[in-house]
């Protein structure tokens, strides 16, 4: 997952991916956190999404942990990402909640679909289009849709062009009675996301145990099959 490599930075040294001021002898972590984190680590992608725990980005939350995935054909990653699970205790007048789910996802695309005027929307339709599909509560969303090309000249100049686009997003998930947010859910929706960014095939809703049944999923608008991220 070199590809989503740089783009992150501000990294906590907690080597599991949790980031936990206060969470100490003193001061515990907060059940619904633990229980949200053990949800994503023991959640089991689809076949073809390749996810690990990396450090979190520090200062943004209380309690963070955070996963890195890349949706990988043939040994290539058409896409790549990261997703943060944020927890604040008392509240965020931003969030509208406790938890919030923060994410990038970016791929390389041909130049012909980059030029489409309506890719910015279409994309965006996809990450909210994977939570509805699952039926996910959630709120406060909002993010950006980016693409930016390349061209490459001199001893470079044999490369073709490339486009990339990139979406950053966050959410607020709606909580359960314990407090909890559904985290595999909303990773199996992020999952979803990640593929359809890279041009995989969708899967019907499921668990995310990589069992679902192939078949488009609900809303989700498909473009075609796009390049995955090139050497540099």
């Given amino acids: 997952m070199a590809a989503a490599q740089g783009k992150f930075s501000d990294h906590s040294d907690h080597s599991d991916g949790t980031e936990e001021r206060g969470g100490t002898e003193g001061d ?8 949200a984190v053990e949800a994503l680590r023991s959640a089991r992608p ?17 309690y963070a942990y955070a996963l890195e995935a890349a949706a990988v054909v043939d040994g290539e990653d058409l896409a790549d990402g990261r997703l943060i699970l944020l927890h604040d205790p008392a509240g965020h007048e931003a969030w509208q909640g406790t938890f919030r789910l923060v994410t990038l996802v970016r791929a390389e695309l041909e130049p012909e679909m980059a030029a489409d005027p309506l890719l910015p929307e279409v994309c965006w339709s ?6 509805d599909a699952r039926e996910l509560t959630h709120g406060a969303d909002s993010g950006t849709v980016t693409r930016a090309g390349s061209h ?3 001893g470079l100049a044999e490369r073709p062009p490339v486009t990339q686009i990139e979406i950053r ?15 595999a859910a909303h990773l199996a929706a992020w999952c979803d996301l990640l593929c359809q960014v ?3 095939p969708p899967t019907t809703p499921g668990p995310l145990t990589g069992t679902g049944d ?4 609900a809303g989700v608008v ?4 796009r390049r995955g991220p090139q050497a540099r």
């Fill in 28 to 35: 515990p972590t907060p059940s619904a956190f633990r229980a």
């Fill in 46 to 62: 689809r076949p073809g999404v390749e996810l690990e725990p990396t450090p979190p980005p520090k200062r943004l939350a209380p």
């Fill in 126 to 131: 996809w990450l909210t289009g994977a939570l």
């Fill in 152 to 154: 490459y000249f001199g």
């Fill in 169 to 183: 997003a966050s959410w607020t998930p709606c909580e359960d009675r314990s407090g909890a947010p559904d985290t």
């Fill in 198 to 200: 890279a041009g995989m």
């Fill in 214 to 217: 192939a078949g488009p999923a």
């Fill in 222 to 225: 498909s473009l075609p099959q």
